[in-house]
């Protein structure tokens, strides 16, 4: 749940500093996928809050990967796990119930994707009805406005920091203009990047208000993943939390 609207003002150096805790969600996108519950387990053994999951359909982005059927088996692996499903479907709709089958924690589902009757206020119902946390995402071309209307019934704001669909992409810092006005406008929301993110970029993002940070290749890809996750997690406590 997002915490209390009791957010710090902001100081002078216009960090945008909240009472958030800092979250550390490595995508497993980017793993060793033959051995994902190995992986996800020495995750969550070297300091990680959550397991990012992106879905895709081939469709909505231009690439394939996990569906329900590995949710449930990450699941059974793995009983407590939050598991942190990040949908780039066209019509995500059509996954609430086979991932609530499956066991995910939240879906967080694109603002540009098809809405089904009713809109993206029926599907944020329909989520949380289903016993899970929802978010919302936008791509970076996507005003951030797009995102008002619905911030006050959701857990989470995905700003996509890369154009959703692959791992390994460049951090884009003009996205953190869209995380700095959501942290002013609304303190007690997570706010999650995605894409890029390493700890030559963290800071960028935890000074504009991000507290929850997906990493990929920058995690697997090192030879000290704990010391990835302690640092990122430090940037957020360092300039989003002032400590």
């Known amino acids: 749940n997002a915490a209390p609207l009791n957010a710090s003002k902001m100081t002078s150096t216009k960090r945008k500093t909240h009472d958030l805790p800092a979250i550390i969600s490595p995508s497993l996108l980017s793993c060793d996928l033959a051995n994902i519950a190995r992986d996800a387990e020495e995750m969550i053994s070297l300091g990680a809050d959550w397991l990012h999951m992106d879905i895709m359909d081939g469709h909505f982005v231009p690439n394939l990967s996990f569906g329900p059927p590995v949710i449930a088996s990450l699941r059974k692996a793995n009983k407590d796990a939050y598991i942190d499903c990040h949908l780039m479907v066209t019509e995500p709709a059509k996954w609430v119930g086979p991932l609530e089958k499956a066991g995910a924690t939240s879906m967080t589902f694109h603002v540009e994707s098809v809405m089904p009757e009713g809109g993206a206020k029926a599907l944020i119902s329909n989520i949380k009805e289903a016993g899970m946390k929802v978010g919302l995402v ?24 890369v154009e959703p669909g692959f791992s390994g992409q460049k951090f884009m810092p003009g996205m953190m203009q869209k995380v700095e006005t ?26 504009a208000g991000a507290n929850v940070i997906v990493a990929a290749s920058a995690i697997f890809g090192s030879d000290d993943r704990g010391g990835v996750i302690k640092a990122l997690r430090e940037s957020v406590e360092k300039y989003g939390n002032g400590k």
């Open 182 to 207: 959501l942290r002013e406008r609304y303190p007690g929301l997570n706010i999650q990047v995605d894409g890029g993110l390493s700890p030559s970029t963290v800071d960028e993002a935890s000074k």
């Open 138 to 161: 936008i791509k970076p071309g996507t005003p951030v406005d797009a995102i008002y209307e619905y911030a006050n019934d959701i857990d989470l704001v995905l700003i996509m920091t």
